[in-house]
């Protein structure tokens, strides 16, 4: 599901669209990067995302935001604040102290891990997995993954953008993996 569909948001929404940029070649050639950090440089549009996923998970009864490395940290602690949650930041290898379990995963330029404390999330808990972007739902799925091993039943993964030619929403959809964006990408994704 994306927002802005039936819910009058889609000022709010054509806003933040309008505040995101393409960089082309990064982190390599032939990968059109979706850049989130000039969202961030407006204060109304940072706001406006922020609040729309307030409003859609204010009353999910969610207990842990977790939050992807690094650019689901820019979202997922703000979110977490407002509905009452805790945050449970999802790093890369070897960036949090003590004992971890991790996942390992496939992007859509190569392959990465992500890491959680033991502990962090009690079994049972509600959980929402932040991050800026889905491109192939290979992070998304490795997060989800991570999570429920830890025995939290996750409730939604939230992202601000989402690129449809990658395929992400469909990979997650086969894992019965819910998928809520704020916009859908109209750029063609790798060249």
């Known amino acids: 599901m994306s927002a802005g569909e039936n819910d009058g948001c889609a000022d709010r929404i054509d806003a933040i669209k309008s505040t995101l940029r393409v960089v082309p070649d990064f982190p390599k050639p032939g990968i059109l990067f979706l850049d989130i950090t000039t969202l961030l440089l407006d204060p109304k549009a940072f706001k406006d995302t922020i609040d729309l996923f307030v409003e859609r998970y204010k009353q999910k009864n969610i207990s842990v935001v977790a939050g992807i490395e690094a650019r689901g940290f820019m979202f997922g602690p703000a979110i977490a604040l407002a509905i009452g949650a805790k945050f449970v930041p999802l790093r890369k290898p070897k960036k949090l102290p003590g004992e971890v379990i991790s996942e390992k995963y496939v992007l859509e330029y190569g392959t990465d891990c992500l890491e959680m404390h033991v502990g962090a999330v009690e079994p049972g808990e509600r959980a929402l997995v932040v991050d800026d972007l889905v491109a192939t739902g290979g992070t998304l799925c490795a997060a989800m993954n991570l999570l429920e091993r830890a025995g939290a039943v996750v409730v939604e993964c939230a ?27 109209q750029f063609e994704a790798g060249s």
């Open 159 to 185: 992202c601000v953008i989402e690129v449809p030619d990658l395929k992400g929403r469909e990979r997650l959809r086969l894992q019965g993996k819910p998928l809520y964006v704020l916009v859908e990408s």
